[in-house]
């Protein structure tokens, strides 16, 4: 499985947004200086997770956007399935009832990443991503050097 920019963006936006967004909303264009994403390619993905419900907008002055949930119930999984669709590496043909599905042997071990990949995002909380930036990277810029 490859995860695309919009995924890989949008975590990092939303991790930002996690960080800064506590007191007040947070502006697009806050969001894409400090992660060093395009603003129109950024309010693309904003609006995916907003359709999802993981975030919201704040309008009038001084508006932007907040997280619509607490960071600790949104998982990385949450996230990417919004941005990304299924995550499943392989979509076997086999689970759906195939010519070969009660000869197949390979869709046990499709099955078994498929699951382990749900797994791992499912565990993985906003809130530690944001504290473990908040360690590593106390002003949350990358400067360019992770796109």
Request: glycine share 10%.
């Amino acid at each position: 499985m490859k995860l695309s920019t919009k995924g890989r963006y949008g975590l990092r936006a939303i991790i930002d947004l996690a960080r800064f967004g506590k007191e007040a909303p947070v502006s697009i264009s806050s969001i894409a200086a400090r992660q060093g994403i395009s603003e129109g390619y950024l309010e693309q993905i904003v609006a995916l997770l907003k359709k999802a419900e993981l975030v919201k907008s704040v309008r009038g002055a001084g508006g932007g956007y907040v997280l619509a949930k607490e960071a600790n119930e949104i998982s990385v999984g949450d996230i990417l399935r919004a941005l990304e669709g299924d995550l499943d590496a392989v979509n076997c043909s086999a689970e759906g009832g195939c010519t070969v599905a009660d000869e197949c042997v390979t869709k046990y071990v499709w099955r078994k990443i498929n699951d382990s990949i749900n797994h791992t995002v499912d565990e993985m909380l906003l809130s530690k991503l944001a504290e473990e930036s908040e360690d590593i990277n106390p002003d949350g810029e990358f400067e360019n050097q992770c796109k």
